[in-house]
């Protein structure tokens, strides 16, 4: 801010615009100190944190190498759980025909590693349908179940078959009497 820009707003009493330039100086002192400090506890920081890993590297000469290696390992820890769940996820409308053949689904999904994006498998229906054309009986079918609980249509009573009427006629022919 400067003097000119408080004329330009119409206060043209020089007292008012000296107290006004000395409120504004003092903010800016203030902010200026605060600045400084802050700067001077940064630097302080960053300093100890050098020191800090001179330390560490005299404790442990490979201590970035043993961190960034954990890192690693539980980065793939969380990468394999969220692709067995997102494998779960997929199959869990699924019927089959025993707990076995899913398990043996999963397993063969698991060990697949499709691609995994936005918690979904990437190729997993065309997966499935490979599955499905090469284990057909690891599935439940869609086809209605056979009814087997019907009578079934048979001769009448004292209703003589082809097979009684040939028995029959072989008794005659050698003798013996019908039954």
Same mark, same amino acid.
């Given at each position: 801010m400067k003097r000119e820009d408080i004329t330009a707003l119409g206060i043209g009493d020089e007292a008012t615009v000296n107290k006004i330039m000395d409120l504004h100086g003092a903010d800016l002192e203030k902010q200026k100190n605060t600045i400084t400090t802050l700067t001077a506890e940064r630097d302080g920081l960053k300093t100890q944190l050098g020191e800090a890993n001179g330390k560490l590297a005299?404790?442990?000469?490979?201590?970035? !190498?043993?961190?960034? !290696?954990?890192?690693?390992?539980a980065d793939?820890?969380?990468?394999?759980?969220?692709?067995?769940?997102?494998?779960? !996820?997929?199959?869990?409308?699924?019927?089959?025909?025993?707990?076995?053949?899913?398990k043996a689904f999963l397993a063969d999904l698991v060990a697949k590693k499709l691609p995994l994006q936005d918690g979904k498998l990437l190729g997993y229906d065309d997966f499935t349908k490979s599955y499905k054309e090469t284990d057909p009986g690891a599935f439940v079918?869609?086809?209605?179940?056979?009814?087997?609980?019907?009578?079934?249509?048979?001769?009448?009573?004292? !209703?003589l078959t082809g097979n009684d009427k040939a028995n029959a006629a072989l008794r005659e022919a050698f003798g013996r009497v019908s039954q």
């Amino acid at each position: 801010m400067k003097r000119e820009d408080i004329t330009a707003l119409g206060i043209g009493d020089e007292a008012t615009v000296n107290k006004i330039m000395d409120l504004h100086g003092a903010d800016l002192e203030k902010q200026k100190n605060t600045i400084t400090t802050l700067t001077a506890e940064r630097d302080g920081l960053k300093t100890q944190l050098g020191e800090a890993n001179g330390k560490l590297a005299g404790y442990d000469p490979e201590w970035k !190498t043993k961190a960034a !290696t954990a890192q690693q390992e539980a980065d793939g820890k969380v990468a394999a759980l969220q692709y067995e769940f997102a494998a779960a !996820t997929a199959v869990n409308g699924m019927k089959f025909t025993s707990e076995s053949a899913k398990k043996a689904f999963l397993a063969d999904l698991v060990a697949k590693k499709l691609p995994l994006q936005d918690g979904k498998l990437l190729g997993y229906d065309d997966f499935t349908k490979s599955y499905k054309e090469t284990d057909p009986g690891a599935f439940v079918s869609d086809a209605p179940a056979p009814h087997f609980g019907g009578s079934t249509p048979g001769p009448a009573a004292d !209703t003589l078959t082809g097979n009684d009427k040939a028995n029959a006629a072989l008794r005659e022919a050698f003798g013996r009497v019908s039954q």
